[in-house]
């Protein structure tokens, strides 16, 4: 969808990832940062990388941080990531949730419209934003028959809603092996 430009440009990309720490007691290697690097490296590097390749670049300046537990264990990080003046990322990374709950959202600003991700493993994708009446057909060969043409004139306002089969437990059964 990014790389169609049938919305424009990307100008933000906003992770909003409030994870499940069942299963992570307090001696887990996770919080042990000489082990797992933190969870800015051990859980944050796929979406930096995601991000990357979106952006279609390197980031040119990163700003961080984080927040701790009464009893010591960083659980909560977050980064401010610039891609030259082009496009700037926001990432946030909570573990605290229960697993039931848990949930990950990527929100993606754009010069004409906006997409919403969402799962660990996406399955759900909304979008909104006006293209031109040329890339009506390329939105549509991407997003199939959910997209709507809501009006419009030179440029036609659109919104889709596409949701796949949740593969999330995919996931948790490859991680046990």
Known sequence: MVRSR???ELLHAALVNLATDEGLPPEHWFWDLKKSGGIHIE?????FDLVNQLAGRA????EGGHQRRADGRIDRVWAIVGYGDEVLATFCHSFGRPRLIERTTLKLGLSFGEMKLMG???TKLSLFGIVKEEDLEKLRSIVGASLQVLGGGERKTVEAEVV????EGEYWQ???I
């Open 6 to 8: 049938v919305f424009g």
């Open 43 to 47: 859980h944050g590097v796929h979406f």
């Open 59 to 62: 980031p040119s300046h990163v």
């Open 120 to 122: 660990w493993i996406p």
């Open 164 to 167: 796949l089969p949740n593969r």
């Open 174 to 176: 490859a991680s046990r």
